[in-house]
T-cell receptor, first 115, second 116 residues
Framework: DTGVSQDPRHKITKRGQNVTFRCDPI?????LYWYRQTLGQGPEFLTY????????KSRLLSDRFSAERPKGSFSTLEIQRTEQGDSAMYLC?????????????FGPGTRLTVL | AQSVTQLDSQVPVFEEAPVELRCNYS??????LFWYVQYPNQGLQLLLK??????LVKGINGFEAEFNKSQTSFHLRKPSVHISDTAEYFC??????????????FGTGTLLAVQP
């Protein structure tokens, strides 16, 4: 078991460019979550998948953000037309609906810097 | 809806001294409570959790926390800290009822700075 992995670990982009991040959950986990963490703040929930279905989206997830989990395994988070305010750490977590309280295991995160 | 308050943004402490990191929550329904630790440039690691039962819960690395329903608190304690405990600590909450959302609500974090 290699844990939750995220790629890339760091991304620097210019304002207006599109970026895409990938998250690979723990293999037997059917639930996947995306959070955003800005400097000096705790993580904030963005969205949540159970298998392929996106079951919840935060109002933080503007129209420029889209997340997918096409085969119920890895997930991608795309940000279109990036803005400086998108600079943050993007964290992915996974859990199993079969566990008693769905402990979420976090990946190392992708740090995005928008210039 | 739930919310979490961590009033202390930074707690400096000398090595081998005891420490308490404070966490208060707000919720109209039953909750699960968690403490996570984040080392620099890493993801979050679960320290301990309160689901039900005994209000004193023990976690990894010698940490423990006590759930106090009347004061809506879940303070984290360690009797003797080490330099390696220097990290950001986050308190989190989620609903504990059927149909509750699975998302975690985090506090703003407390930086534990252990000095030699």
């Amino acid at each position: 078991d290699t844990g939750v992995s995220q790629d890339p670990r760091h991304k620097i982009t210019k304002r207006g460019q599109n970026v895409t991040f990938r998250c690979d959950p723990i293999s037997e986990h059917n639930r996947l979550y995306w959070y955003r963490q800005t400097l000096g703040q705790g993580p904030e929930f963005l969205t949540y998948f159970q298998n392929e279905a996106q079951l919840e989206k935060s109002r933080l997830l503007s129209d420029r953000f889209s997340a997918e989990r096409p085969k119920g395994s890895f997930s991608t988070l795309e940000i279109q037309r990036t803005e400086q305010g998108d600079s943050a750490m993007y964290l992915c977590a996974s859990s199993s609906s079969g566990s008693s309280y769905n402990e979420q295991f976090f990946g190392p995160g992708t740090r995005l810097t928008v210039l | 809806a739930q919310s979490v308050t961590q009033l202390d943004s930074q707690v400096p402490v000398f090595e081998e001294a005891p420490v308490e990191l404070r966490c208060n929550y707000s919720s109209s329904v039953s909750v699960y409570l968690f403490w996570y630790v984040q080392y620099p440039n890493q993801g979050l690691q679960l320290l301990l959790k309160y689901l039900s039962g005994s209000t004193l819960v023990k976690g990894i690395n010698g940490f423990e926390a006590e759930f106090n329903k009347s004061q809506t608190s879940f303070h984290l304690r360690k009797p003797s800290v080490h330099i390696s405990d220097t990290a950001e600590y986050f308190c989190a909450v989620r609903g504990a009822y059927g149909g509750a959302t699975n998302k975690l609500i985090f506090g703003t974090g407390t930086l534990l700075a252990v000095q030699p």
